[in-house]
């Protein structure tokens, strides 16, 4: 069974860092990168970032660039992909998804991914 599993959110002041994983189970990373997106109250879920595992590229939305980094890791047969972000801003409060492409190419439509994880809270707040 295809499953993502969010945790790392929480409460941070304005400036502070967190980081946040997407564990996976059921599949490997090495064919479908993974993406994380947020989503807002009154707002569309929007993309973040996302990694592919099979060549290593990146994607970040600008309002995170510079601030953001996301990684994989297989260490131990655990697949899971973290998004460290720092220097966090009120603005990035939401809750945040991870999510597997299943079509597509890009990294910044909700509509192509799927097999989307509970979410986690961020709140950045002082």
């Known amino acids: 069974q295809v499953q993502l599993v969010e945790s790392g959110g929480g409460l941070v002041q304005p400036g502070g860092s967190l980081r946040l994983s997407c564990a996976a189970s059921?599949?490997?990373?090495?064919?479908?990168?993974i993406g994380w997106f947020r989503q807002a109250p009154g707002k569309e879920r929007e993309g973040v970032s996302c990694?592919?595992?099979?060549?290593?590229?990146?994607?970040?939305a600008d309002s995170v660039k510079g601030r953001f980094t996301i990684s994989i890791s297989k260490e131990n047969a655990k697949n899971t992909v973290y998004l460290q972000m720092n220097s966090l801003k009120p603005e990035d409060t939401a809750v945040y998804y991870c999510a597997t492409r299943i079509r597509g190419y890009g990294c910044s439509r909700a509509s192509d991914f799927g097999a989307w994880g509970q979410g986690t809270q961020v709140t950045v707040s002082s």
């Open positions: 059921g599949f490997t990373l090495d064919y479908n990168p």
């Open positions: 990694i592919s595992s099979s060549d290593g590229s990146t994607y970040y």
